[in-house]
């Protein structure tokens, strides 16, 4: 990943808004028709968590504006930013994102769209009009200025961006979320996942995917984004899956990975030990993309020499098991199990590629 670039002060005393006049104007245009709809809820713990994101890749924008983010109470999956930085989350998205990764992809995506005036640039091609004759359009009180303003909300609404504009937002998300600490993988599974839920239930609207026909282009774009930029595709973090636990049930010590059983042993301290070990090696080596033949064990399971890989990493020995201890065949099959339900609840993705 890139260095993370030097913070500036982003809080409300610091920033003078680098929005233009005609921004502002549709930006409060468009507020002024979503907030007669819609219900703008007041939630400190929602509020937290969307502003945490928003002040940590503020400073990685290229303009200094005044991002805020307003929570809609509606069923709809959706985000969506007007001019000048203003943006919109509904409960509907905050209820479907996996983990903050997937949610800071999703508003990282949105800052850029603001930042980069992606909302004038798509409503001057849509009339037809100059970047300059949408400003002076917007800077009249006529019917002009009211079109432009319906216009500008629908593309924002709707994201009705072209594919250039949501690759441009897609891949500076991506520089944005990787300068400002964050995995920004979530940005890929978000847009895997959407996919899913378009075509599970195509009658809903969609949000934000209603007019992106090109999807697959913007999904194959943004992991090629990251593989160029030398970013590992490992989409466990996002989807918070391949988790490892280890409990004392009934005398007996047990390894889980997802909640279910994959290895277990005697309630000792040696035991105990190398469970803890092992987690800790699954955490780090066991990935969704990680190839069925990585897993394996090596040399003859009778033989203490036998070894559990995952990769290049030995995981464990046979000859370290305490006695009592599932055989090393036995964990690997568990974990195989697992990891192909796990790849099961987000069929969209290509884990070989």
Do not use: C
């Amino acid at each position: 990943m890139a260095d993370a670039a030097v913070p500036v002060d982003v809080s409300p005393d610091a920033v003078t808004s680098e929005a233009t006049p005609q921004e502002i104007k549709l930006g409060d245009r468009g507020s002024e028709e979503i907030e007669k709809q819609w219900t703008i809820l007041v939630n400190p713990v929602y509020q937290a968590r969307v502003e945490t994101i928003v002040k940590r890749l503020a400073p990685y924008m290229e303009r200094r504006l005044d991002y805020e983010v307003r929570i809609a109470d509606h069923e709809m999956v959706n985000a969506f930013s007007l001019a000048g930085g203003r943006m919109y989350v509904t409960t509907g998205m905050l209820g479907f994102v996996k983990t903050d990764l997937e949610l800071a992809g999703i508003i990282a995506h949105e800052m850029v769209h603001a930042d980069k005036k992606h909302i004038i640039i798509q409503s001057a091609r849509s009339s037809k009009m100059t970047l300059l004759a949408i400003a002076a359009a917007i800077a009249s009180r006529g019917s002009g200025a009211a079109m432009i303003a319906a216009n500008a909300l629908q593309v924002a609404i709707m994201g009705a961006y072209s594919i250039d504009l949501e690759k441009e937002a897609d891949a500076l998300g991506i520089d944005a979320l990787t300068k400002a600490g964050y995995n920004p993988i979530g940005m890929l599974t978000v847009q895997e996942r959407l996919k899913e839920e378009r075509m599970k239930r195509p009658e809903i609207n969609p949000g934000i995917y209603q007019t992106h026909p090109e999807v697959d282009e913007r999904i194959q774009a943004a992991g090629k984004y990251l593989y160029e930029h030398g970013i590992p595709v490992r989409r466990k973090y996002a989807l918070g899956n391949l988790r490892t636990n280890v409990d004392a049930v009934s005398g007996d010590l047990i390894l889980t990975l997802d909640g279910n059983t994959i290895w277990s042993g005697r309630d000792d301290t040696e035991t105990k030990d190398i469970f803890g070990r092992v987690a800790s090696d699954l955490a780090e080596y066991l990935q969704l993309e990680t190839m069925p033949f990585d897993i394996r064990v090596e040399g003859d399971p009778s033989s203490p020499s036998s070894a559990f890989f995952i990769e290049t990493k030995k995981i464990a020995s046979a000859g370290e098991l305490p006695e009592g201890t599932e055989p090393l065949p036995q964990l690997r099959e568990n974990i195989q199990k697992v990891l192909t339900e796990a790849r099961r609840t987000h069929p969209m993705a290509d884990y070989y590629k």
